[in-house]
Nanobody
């Protein structure tokens, strides 16, 4: 059974940092391209980061470029999203996903507020 389980969300002040994790089971994600997708209140889905299979390259939305870093640990089958210099507009539910296969996690809430 395929499972993607995000964790690490929470409440943080503007300028702060969080690291999200996505534990993957049921398939070897190093053979899949993976993404971090967010949905802010009242808005549509935004892909903030996309990692190629094997983790050889990552791309970022302009809105997070230079602040967010995606990585993966193949030994742990876990995907990470390091988020620095957080802004109020980063408030959203963050999902990890394998868009090619249609697998999604349940999401983790990130709230940036003073």
């Amino acid at each position: 059974q395929v499972q993607l389980v995000e964790s690490g969300g929470g409440l943080v002040q503007p300028g702060g940092s969080l690291r999200l994790s996505c534990a993957v089971s049921g398939f070897t994600f190093s053979r899949h391209s993976m993404g971090w997708v967010r949905q802010a209140p009242g808005k549509g889905l935004e892909c903030v980061s996309f990692i190629s299979d094997g983790g050889t390259s990552a791309t970022y939305a302009d809105s997070v470029k230079g602040r967010f870093t995606a990585s993966e640990d193949n030994a742990k089958n876990t995907l990470y999203l390091q988020m620095n210099s957080l802004k109020s507009e980063d408030t959203a539910v963050y999902y990890c996903a394998d868009p090619g296969s249609g697998y999604w996690g349940q999401g983790t809430q990130v709230t940036v507020s003073s």
